[in-house]
């Protein structure tokens, strides 16, 4: 059975990982040798930069794409259209017997996209999230990779019954858990043995970690000040620090906010325990998860950060509306504050004063997502 996989961005690293892991241990699980799973990387190089792309594969122990398609960055519709039009040409050629796809991010949709018209079946894992706010990007990448995709693991039951709702029959569907937890689990204790805390000259528990990259927060001058604004305040009380995206990066100076960051250039060692917002580069894998088990709180508009923190019982703050994580506030340490000035301030002054609930891991959340995923596959 040969599997083609698709990672294009950031997020969907963490994601294959475990998956590869897991397909590796099928293998040498095996008494027949017909039942081998064959893996088949494609790298659609919508992240590039090194910091963003490659350091994920080195710490990941993800082996090297089998092929690198080099699309790069664009509108939605370059970007998606030229993924759909180069995966395509990879499918003919390598002809698998089933591709998978992760995540929510423009290469999801467009590998299912162009496996399905080629009747090739489609697995999407981290299917079912919805947000219901339709002006994500990811959301409609969401609705579109669930509604032609044949086999969908979903990592919370909330996810199952987003699906159903839509009309997706339920043989389609498998509850397997979260295959970011599995990255997270797997690789904890070496991240607990990196030594980026006491390099930036941090101590445990004693500063606020931020990341901050959606276009609602980043694009618009009037969402990222009333954030910056924030961020000020909270940093009286606490330092912050943020491994900045790059797009953010390029808002803040063409926003003209740059006054309000401490902008640390390079990776030396610094004395970061003071109180500013500190911007610095973005992190690796496991530098970011030593900065986050270590953080008092962290503040993010990503996803999968909503989760890790849940996992890591650290207190979270989301900076949106909505979540297509509802389960990281029912059982677990988040709570969404929107860009809303005071309200952000508000929530992380309760924090800092020992006022935030305790969360709960949830179910299946185990490291075992991937294992369960091959199995279901290799039926
Ligand atoms: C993408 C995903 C988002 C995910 C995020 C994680 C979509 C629709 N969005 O958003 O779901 O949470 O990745 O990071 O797929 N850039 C660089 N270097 C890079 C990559 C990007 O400088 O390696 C800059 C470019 O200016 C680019 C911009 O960042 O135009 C945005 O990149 P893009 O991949 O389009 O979207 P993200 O905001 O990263």
Not at 23 to 50: C, M, V, W
Not at 234 to 250: A, D, E, G, L, M
């Given at each position: 059975?040969?599997?083609?996989?698709?990672?294009?961005?950031?997020?969907?690293?963490?994601?294959?990982?475990?998956?590869?892991?897991?397909?590796?241990?099928?293998?040498?699980?095996?008494?027949?040798?017909?039942?081998?799973?064959?893996?088949?990387?494609?790298?659609?190089?919508?992240?590039?930069?090194?910091?963003?792309?490659?350091?994920?594969?080195?710490?990941?122990?993800?082996?090297?794409?089998?092929?690198?398609?080099?699309?790069?960055?664009?509108?939605?519709?370059?970007?998606?259209?030229?993924?759909?039009?180069?995966?395509?040409?990879?499918?003919?050629?390598?002809?698998?017997?089933?591709?998978?796809?992760?995540?929510?991010?423009?290469?999801?949709?467009?590998?299912?996209?162009?496996?399905?018209?080629?009747?090739?079946?489609?697995?999407?894992?981290?299917?079912?999230?919805?947000?219901?706010?339709?002006?994500?990007?990811?959301?409609?990448?969401?609705?579109?990779?669930?509604?032609?995709?044949?086999?969908?693991?979903?990592?919370?039951?909330?996810?199952?019954?987003?699906?159903?709702?839509?009309?997706?029959?339920?043989?389609?569907?498998?509850?397997?858990?979260?295959?970011?937890?599995?990255?997270l689990?797997?690789?904890q204790?070496?991240a607990a043995?990196r030594r980026i805390v006491s390099q930036l000259g941090l101590k445990k528990g004693k500063y606020s970690l931020l990341t901050l990259?959606?276009?609602?927060?980043?694009?618009?001058?009037?969402?990222?000040?009333?954030?910056?604004?924030?961020l000020?305040?909270i940093s009286?009380r606490i330092p912050v620090i943020f491994p900045c995206?790059?797009?953010?990066?390029?808002?803040?100076?063409?926003?003209?906010?740059?006054?309000?960051?401490?902008?640390?250039?390079?990776?030396?060692?610094?004395?970061l325990n003071n109180n500013a917002v500190h911007l610095v580069?973005p992190r690796g894998y496991l530098d970011f998860m030593q900065l986050m088990m270590n953080s008092k709180f962290t503040m993010t508009d990503s996803?999968g950060i909503q989760e890790e923190t849940t996992v890591l019982d650290i207190p979270c703050l989301t900076l949106?509306?909505?979540?297509?994580?509802?389960?990281t506030?029912?059982?677990g340490t988040n709570v969404?504050v929107?860009?809303?000035?005071?309200?952000i301030?508000?929530e992380a002054i309760k924090i800092l004063d020992g006022?935030w609930?305790k969360g709960?891991?949830?179910?299946?959340?185990?490291?075992?997502?991937?294992?369960?995923?091959?199995?279901?596959?290799?039926?």
């Amino acid at each position: 059975m040969k599997i083609v996989l698709i990672a294009g961005a950031r997020p969907n690293f963490m994601k294959i990982a475990p998956i590869i892991r897991a397909i590796n241990k099928h293998n040498a699980q095996l008494k027949q040798k017909s039942k081998r799973i064959e893996p088949f990387l494609i790298h659609t190089g919508q992240h590039y930069d090194y910091e963003m792309s490659q350091i994920f594969f080195e710490e990941l122990k993800l082996p090297q794409p089998d092929i690198h398609l080099g699309i790069g960055s664009g509108t939605h519709a370059e970007q998606t259209g030229k993924t759909i039009i180069e995966v395509e040409k990879v499918l003919l050629q390598e002809k698998p017997d089933l591709v998978i796809v992760v995540g929510d991010v423009n290469a999801t949709l467009a590998g299912a996209l162009a496996a399905v018209k080629l009747h090739i079946p489609v697995a999407h894992v981290e299917a079912g999230l919805r947000s219901f706010d339709r002006r994500m990007p990811e959301e409609i990448n969401r609705l579109l990779t669930d509604a032609i995709s044949d086999y969908l693991f979903t990592p919370s039951p909330d996810g199952n019954d987003n699906l159903k709702n839509e009309g997706i029959p339920e043989g389609k569907i498998f509850l397997v858990g979260d295959v970011m937890v599995d990255s997270l689990l797997h690789n904890q204790d070496k991240a607990a043995q990196r030594r980026i805390v006491s390099q930036l000259g941090l101590k445990k528990g004693k500063y606020s970690l931020l990341t901050l990259h959606r276009p609602d927060n980043v694009d618009e001058k009037e969402n990222l000040t009333k954030i910056t604004l924030a961020l000020k305040e909270i940093s009286q009380r606490i330092p912050v620090i943020f491994p900045c995206h790059p797009r953010t990066r390029k808002s803040i100076n063409q926003f003209g906010l740059s006054d309000f960051f401490k902008v640390i250039e390079g990776d030396n060692p610094h004395n970061l325990n003071n109180n500013a917002v500190h911007l610095v580069n973005p992190r690796g894998y496991l530098d970011f998860m030593q900065l986050m088990m270590n953080s008092k709180f962290t503040m993010t508009d990503s996803g999968g950060i909503q989760e890790e923190t849940t996992v890591l019982d650290i207190p979270c703050l989301t900076l949106r509306d909505t979540t297509e994580r509802p389960i990281t506030i029912t059982e677990g340490t988040n709570v969404l504050v929107g860009n809303d000035t005071h309200k952000i301030v508000t929530e992380a002054i309760k924090i800092l004063d020992g006022k935030w609930k305790k969360g709960t891991r949830p179910h299946l959340w185990d490291g075992k997502a991937a294992e369960r995923i091959i199995e279901i596959l290799s039926k």
